[in-house]
């Protein structure tokens, strides 16, 4: 059973990716969740607060998943497959949440912007480290690693919109289709 807060979070994050974030008022969010705006302060301070929570609790879960493969003991070729399933599973589970992370951060006040970009840059460095090891390792054929980055996250970070508009899509599938034309076209032949 979901907590009040939880309900309001689920229902900012669907009104924030629909309508964006500076488009939506919190009478909009008290709507969505079905109550009066004013008593929606008894749970959120500010529209501000629940869109900081939304998104850097999706930058932390990247960050630990990173984390935990990245220290793991697999080769780097399983590191980034690892990677790209964590991707499509947080794509499928936090559809709007995640749909935050492509443009509407640009609206966080200064201190969690920092945040959120630190974490953002952090990963990003680890992930393109992990594609360094796997040209290193000979899995890979030299290319740039940060055009591959570049390539692997765009893709991945737009998922989500068209993961949602897809009806017939096993997610374990998808994880499959997914590692096999983001990492086998860069594998050394």
Request: charged share 30%.
């Amino acid at each position: 059973m979901k907590s009040k807060r939880e309900i309001i979070k689920d229902c900012a994050a669907r009104l924030f990716r629909k309508k964006g974030y500076k488009a939506t008022s919190m009478r909009d969010i008290a709507q969505e969740v079905g109550m009066e705006a004013a008593s929606l302060y008894n749970h959120i301070s500010s529209k501000q607060e629940i869109f900081q929570e939304l998104l850097l609790n999706m930058a932390r879960l990247f960050t630990e998943g990173m984390e935990e493969i990245d220290g793991s003991s697999h080769k780097s070729i399983i590191k980034l497959e690892k990677l790209i399933s964590m991707h499509v599973r947080f794509a499928i589970e936090h559809t709007d949440s995640i749909s935050l992370i492509t443009n509407e951060w640009v609206h966080l006040d200064e201190e969690p912007l920092r945040e959120f970009t630190s974490l953002r840059d952090q990963y990003e460095k680890q992930f393109e480290n992990i594609i360094k090891q796997c040209i290193e390792d000979g899995d890979f054929s030299p290319v740039d690693p940060e055009i591959a980055l570049f390539s692997i996250l765009s893709t991945l970070r737009w998922l989500y919109s068209w993961y949602s508009k897809q009806k017939n899509i096993n997610p374990v599938e998808l994880e499959k289709e997914m590692i096999h034309c983001l990492v086998d076209g860069l594998r050394n032949k």
